[in-house]
């Protein structure tokens, strides 16, 4: 498990470095793209603004460049998901007969292919045994800052179909927003927490 925290200011700028480069930003100068180069002995360090976001070779394509982004910020998104996995196990109370999924490999999968920067945490039913409510939950985490949208539904055999458990659920807790990652998965996990206590069909909380 890697043990240091994700660096934030990194990711914020080697996003936006990436961005600057990709899509269509594709043929922008890399000083439009507020990127600058230094070399040193064998050696290209790359900065947006004031941050260093890779260290390249002598020679180097645009795309080696972006493929250098985002090798760096995979590593610091899995840093993000330890943090965030650590607090879950701790802070968050399942409803009996659910899983929590991090859907990690598929996200880093998109983030190479596409640069995708969302990350799907789901809590879904584990399949084991017949419960008396199914809870589909889905945290949708962004990997350029810590923030997230929280979707949140549940049903049991007096419910018409599937329920809101947000709707009443002021801004900031279904769009939640932190100073780090691991406040993000609290924020989120109390979120939850009560969100299942009041279901009011239903004893969900293992």
Same mark, same amino acid.
């Given at each position: !498990? ?17 961005? /600057? ?62 943090? !965030? ?11 009996? /007969? ?11 999968? !998109? ?13 879904? *039913? ?7 409510? =199914? ?13 997230? =949208? ?19 659920? *002021?801004?900031?807790?279904?769009? *939640? ?10 924020? !989120? ?18």
């Amino acid at each position: !498990m890697l043990q240091t925290a994700p660096n934030i200011a990194y990711l914020k700028a080697a996003w936006a470095a990436f961005a /600057g480069i990709s899509g269509a930003n594709a043929t922008q100068s890399y000083e439009a793209a507020g990127l600058s180069f230094t070399r040193i002995n064998h050696s290209t360090l790359v900065r947006k603004n004031d941050v260093q976001v890779s260290t390249m070779p002598l020679h180097y394509t645009r795309h080696e460049l972006r493929v250098g982004f985002l090798g760096r910020i995979e590593n610091e998104v899995r840093k993000a998901v330890s943090e !965030m996995d650590a607090v879950f196990w701790r802070d968050l109370c399942l409803p009996e /007969g659910h899983r929590l999924v991090i859907e990690l490999e598929e996200c880093l999968r !998109m983030l190479r292919r596409r640069g995708n920067r969302s990350l799907s945490i789901l809590i879904q *039913p584990d399949g084991t045994a017949a419960t008396e409510a =199914c809870v589909r939950v889905e945290m949708r985490v962004f990997l350029d800052s810590p923030r997230a =949208c929280v979707f949140a539904h549940a049903a049991d055999a007096t419910t018409n179909g599937f329920v809101d458990l947000l709707e009443e659920a *002021p801004k900031r807790a279904r769009l *939640p927003r932190a100073r780090d990652y691991a406040e993000l998965a609290r924020q !989120m996990s109390a979120t939850l927490n009560e969100a299942f206590a009041a279901f009011p069909r239903a004893q969900l909380a293992a």
